[in-house]
């Protein structure tokens, strides 16, 4: 019989700072103590990125399982294949969210088992207390995958939050409705309190949510301050990095060990501007990843993109947060914690509203970028259309389309993967297409010398 | 004497080389093999005895194509695109969008006084590639360099709804058992390829004159097809293939010419053809 071939091992990716390289170990302990709420039978609620709702999950002492988290953890290990498959086996189609596949494929395997898969990713994905859904973002799967998973998981209650904010409109000014939305996000809200202390039996500490509160707020502030430090040439940090700190951002918000990860961020940010320390010694191009989630399983094209003199000093995914000092109101001055929620993240939503209403043709996605462009010497423009997430990449060719038409013809590039389904990339030709991007970049730069 | 520039481009299906002082002065076109290294060896060697040069004649070489990195006598490689679009400067210089049809992808380049302003490239289907009509070429039994003169002598446009490769070529298998001609398949096949491309490529928004390269662009029924769809005639160049190794020359020639004015040395590659091998 043929010896079984032992899979290519892979290097870990090198990253420009300390706090990036130590997000790892803080997602495998957070998955760790998932584990073992588990065995010690604590109430565990499945939820999902920037859910705005993560004060409430700390504030009534239940641990929250990040399920796209975990997917995308599959993805970086590159073992997602066997669950993908496995949902696919129950009819699902590969089409759908890989992120979702592969946390249903992991939900059923695990459920036909009867035990974790074998040697599951950083010990796996535990059947959860209660599972909960977030309407925001548009993303369907927020809302469908959690019932999907009852398929496998039918004892385990499902509570879809319907968070939603004004759709944006060029002729309407979206102040008008705003306070509607804000009763109906707060009821919603308050729904979901009721929901968790139904199904875990634990109460709302209404004291330590308003801490907690005030905890995000001044979190949020020190991420976007720590992020501003960015700008500087040479920038100290780019998006191969922030997909790593993206982690405390999004996934550990509300917790002190956030508030601590982006305090020492920001000193080491601050100290590296001093030091003229940069990602990369020469910096030739400075580049913005201007939409769609990564390929968890080549962060290395980060690295790539250093080797030819490219960084990214900024980018839109997952750049959850804005200072709120910079918001058009005083959200110091709302002191009921479920209503503070609301307006915090409305705001967020709706934050670039006005200044595209400014010019003409422009949307709130566009003038974000830019904003961007303009703050951080942006040279290039750098998209990821992954396949199977329709939310977050259904427009990306329109808003850099109507960037080059309304503001400037900035050199562009399209990658075209996945998140999670590595079956769906190839590194030589994606990295044939970055070589003639920097061509193109360099181009551009002789004709403006 | 005459500085002589060498352009090697090593496609997925086959491999370049153009040797150029003011015009081409030798070119060789032959398949790409599984050795890249050792081919790139031969085929310099092919076209340096064409043109009764010696290695040590030539000032600079530049290599391009997917194989490009295998290439250790160059002395710089450059990406396809920039080559395309520097040969396509040289030999039709109105063009502002360039569309190149290889065997395994396809691309389109925008062009603004001379330089690479945007790209888009195909490279996850075959579908719109050189790939595809050799696979529909098998499948219906004609020659590979027939099927675009055929495809003119159809009566009737059949239309094929599949996109993808191994389903158009299920689609046109089955339609040839309903007796429906062979020409009347392939003017529906290169239609098929002609929308593929001409969708990716108008995400550039395609702007007058297009040139068009590479091996599709040998393909009269493709030609057609393309123009067609874009409603004006297209430009190619007398051999489209050779454009990526012409423009490889040619940037080589650019980048002597520049450090030359500026006073800069050149970095160079050992100066000798060497029997490379994967352990070298």
């Known amino acids: 019989m043929a010896e079984e071939k032992k899979p290519e091992q892979r290097k870990k990716r090198r990253t420009a700072t300390e706090a990036a390289s130590k997000v790892a170990p803080m997602v495998k302990a957070m998955i760790g103590n998932v584990l073992q709420a588990k065995e010690e039978g604590k109430p565990i609620a499945s939820t999902f990125i920037c859910c705005c709702y993560d004060e409430i999950i700390h504030a009534m002492d239940i641990v929250p399982h990040w399920v796209e988290n975990y997917a995308g953890i599959c993805g970086a290990k590159r073992d997602a294949q066997r669950f993908l498959e496995k949902a696919e086996a129950g009819n699902l189609s590969r089409s759908l969210c890989t992120y979702a596949l592969c946390g249903l494929g992991f939900d059923a395997l695990r459920e036909e088992l009867g035990e974790m898969p074998p040697e599951p990713p950083w010990g796996g994905q535990v059947k959860p207390t209660v599972m909960l859904g977030s309407g925001q973002i548009l993303c369907d799967p927020r809302n469908k995958w959690f019932q999907a998973a009852q398929h496998y998981m039918p004892d385990v209650p499902v509570c879809n939050v319907g968070l939603t904010w004004p759709l944006y409109e060029d002729d309407y000014d979206y102040h008008e409705v705003e306070g509607y939305y804000i009763k109906y996000f707060v009821e919603q809200l308050r729904g979901l309190v009721e929901f968790l202390e139904k199904y875990t039996g634990h109460k709302m500490d209404w004291d330590r949510l308003s801490e907690l509160v005030d905890l995000t707020d001044r979190t949020w502030n020190l991420v976007w301050e720590a992020y501003e430090l960015r700008r500087a040439v040479p920038t100290p940090m780019g998006t191969g990095d922030a997909m790593n700190t993206m982690v405390p951002m999004v996934f550990m918000m509300g917790t002190q060990e956030a508030y601590d990860f982006f305090k020492d961020l920001y000193d080491e940010l601050k100290q590296k501007v001093a030091d003229k320390e940069g990602v990369i010694p020469d910096e030739k191009y400075r580049l913005i990843w201007g939409g769609g989630l990564p390929s968890w399983f080549a962060l290395g094209d980060f690295n790539y993109f250093n080797s030819k003199g490219a960084v990214f000093p900024v980018e839109t995914t997952y750049r959850m947060i804005e200072a709120t000092y910079n918001y058009d109101m005083d959200l110091s001055k709302i002191s009921d914690p479920l209503e503070h929620i609301a307006w915090r993240w409305l705001k967020y939503w709706t934050y670039w509203y006005d200044k595209a209403r400014k010019r003409p043709g422009s949307q709130p996605e566009v003038e974000r970028l830019i904003q961007y462009i303009e703050d951080y010497k942006i040279d290039g423009i750098v998209m990821h259309e992954a396949f199977s997430c329709r939310t977050w990449h259904v427009g990306l060719i329109w808003q850099l389309n109507q960037l080059k038409k309304i503001y400037k013809d900035i050199p562009s590039l399209i990658l075209e993967s996945d998140i999670v389904d590595i079956s769906s990339y190839n590194e030589a030709d994606t990295r044939a297409r970055i070589d003639a991007f920097i061509d193109v970049l360099e181009a551009a730069k002789r004709k403006g010398k | ?280």
């Open chain 2, 1 to 280: 004497m005459a500085d002589f520039f060498a352009g090697v481009d090593i496609g997925s299906t086959m491999t370049k080389v153009a040797i150029m002082d003011g015009g081409i002065v030798a070119s060789v076109i032959g398949p790409t093999g599984p050795e890249h290294r050792k081919l790139a060896n031969k085929v310099m060697g092919e076209a340096l005895a064409k043109a009764g040069l010696s290695f040590d004649e030539i000032t600079y070489v530049v290599a391009t194509g997917y194989g490009r990195i295998n290439v250790p006598f160059a002395d710089k490689q450059i990406t396809e695109i920039s080559c395309h679009a520097r040969g396509i400067g040289s030999l039709l210089p109105a063009a502002r969008t360039v569309i190149d049809i290889g065997g395994q992808d396809s691309k389109g380049i925008k062009l603004k006084d001379g330089r690479v302003v945007d790209f888009v490239m195909n490279d996850k289907c075959a579908a719109g590639t050189g790939r595809y009509l050799e696979v529909i070429a098998e499948a219906l039994g004609v020659a590979l360099d027939e099927i675009g003169r055929r495809s003119l002598e159809a009566e009737r446009e059949v239309a094929i709804s599949s996109t993808c490769t191994v389903f158009a070529e299920q689609e046109v298998v089955s339609r040839l058992a309903e007796g429906i001609p062979v020409e009347d398949l392939l003017a529906g096949i290169h239609k098929a390829i002609a929308t593929r491309v001409y969708g990716m490529v108008n995400r550039l928004k395609i702007e007058r004159e297009v040139a068009i390269t590479g091996g599709g662009a040998k393909n009269i029924g493709l030609v057609k097809a393309l123009e067609a769809k874009l409603g004006f005639q297209v430009l190619v160049p007398p051999e489209p293939l050779l454009t990526g190794a012409i423009g490889a020359a040619l940037l080589g020639r650019d980048i002597v010419e520049e450090a030359v004015q500026s006073g800069l040395s050149l970095t160079r590659s050992e100066r000798r053809l060497r029997e490379a091998t994967f352990f070298s």
